[in-house]
């Protein structure tokens, strides 16, 4: 560990940016603490969803977005991250140490880095055909970085089996009333700092024009983004060659960077993870992929309209996530 000494206004900042990440129906499973030597990311236990995400996967996929959203942010205050993942082998919710040393010059691709945290929607809305993806895709594969990640661009002609495996797992859980019973807590409109809003989810007219994707509850509201009748996004898949703590923490921190290239690139984004929760379709999405790696994430990659139709969702106060060790 390095132990610079930092503002802790800076650290504040960067935190409250940082929480900007996607997590499992905006659960936002995650406890920073503070302490002379750096930041502490802890997977908070009493969000994880019991029957959404009994192993804990997916709400560690959020806490690894974070933990990359917390290393743009703070690139972009001109301090550069080191990562001692799964610090304490006794405490596995320990989830990683960061420090910070000073960097020498904060480039105007960090900028644009931190601004794309501001910009990003989870957007369930169609999209049409990214253009000129060619020269796109190698940027993608650049900005993820590792080995321990596939990215995997399907192909178009998968395209129709995917779908189907979603419409299979939706299947599967229409009679799982305790999975339902989550997610119409998660979706409740009373909330106003955790969970998804009314305004972020998709009437039914809507959802008829995204064969992709979780049955969520129906709102009624005006059908947005007519000029696009179907969705034609890019299919992007995120696997690991494990599947411990560590494997997903790693896959979260890849997917906010692919997240935050699509967005500065000027693509909408829907992260997609119901068609990975259970072995069944799971293991459908690695055969098709074919290759022996564990399915994490998929994503959703396309143009949507200039206007923006999906709204920012609500964050938890910066006070009920970070805490000060004396």
Known sequence: MHGTLMDVKVIRDAVRLACRAPSLHNSQPWRLDLDGKGVHLFLDTSRVMLSTDRSAREAIISCGALLDHLRVAMAAAGWKAHVDRSPNPNNLDHLASIDFTPMKLVTEAHRRRVDAILIRRTDRLPFAAPTEWESFEPLLRLACDTDAVRLDVMSDDVREELEEMSKLTNSLRLYDSAYNSELDWWTAPFKFSEGIPYSALVSADEVK??????????????????????????????????????????????????????????????????????????????????????????????????????????????????????
């Open 209 to 326: 024009k995204v064969d992709f994707g979780r049955t969520f509850p129906l709102p009624r509201h005006r059908e947005r983004r007519a000029e696009v009748p179907s969705d034609h996004s890019k299919i992007l898949a995120l696997s690991t060659y494990g599947d411990s703590r560590k494997d997903a923490l790693i896959c979260g921190e890849v997917l906010s960077a692919v997240l935050l290239e699509c967005t500065m690139t000027g693509l909408g984004t829907c992260t997609v993870t119901h068609i990975t929760e259970l072995r069944t379709t799971r293991e459908l999405v690695a055969a098709v992929i074919g290759q022996d790696a564990v399915s994490q994430v998929l994503i959703r990659v396309g143009i949507a309209p200039t206007t923006n139709d999906a709204p920012a969702t609500p964050r938890r106060p910066l006070d009920d996530v970070l805490r000060f060790r004396s």
